[in-house]
Nanobody
């Protein structure tokens, strides 16, 4: 069974940093695009950042210049480095393939205090 396990979330003050990890139980080498999403309470799940197999990236406007997505195919892991965090970044963060979703993981909670 395919599993995605997100980790690295936590409580941080505004301006702080966190590094999220997403470990996949399957090889991601052949997955063209992996992405991070987030869902704040009462809101829909939104795309935060995506990365192709070739390393091309794209970001939501709200996180450009602050977040960096990367992937290590040898470890079947995708990362999200989050700097200069803001209270509006508070959400549960998920990773997944894009666009054909794998089963969603449990996500990791990120809480940014002001």
């Amino acid at each position: 069974q395919v599993r995605l396990v997100e980790s690295g979330g936590g409580l941080v003050q505004a301006g702080g940093s966190l590094r999220l990890s997403c470990a996949a139980s399957v090889t991601i080498f052949n997955i063209k695009t992996m992405a991070w999403y987030r869902q704040a309470p009462g809101k829909q799940r939104d795309l935060v950042a995506a990365i192709t197999g070739g390393g091309s990236t794209n970001y939501a406007d709200s996180v450009k210049g602050r977040f960096t997505i990367s992937r290590d195919n040898s470890k079947n892991t995708v990362y999200l480095q989050m700097n200069s965090l803001k209270p509006e970044d508070t959400a549960v963060y998920y990773c997944n393939r894009r666009p054909d979703y794998l089963p969603w993981g449990q996500g990791t909670q990120v809480t940014v205090s002001s």
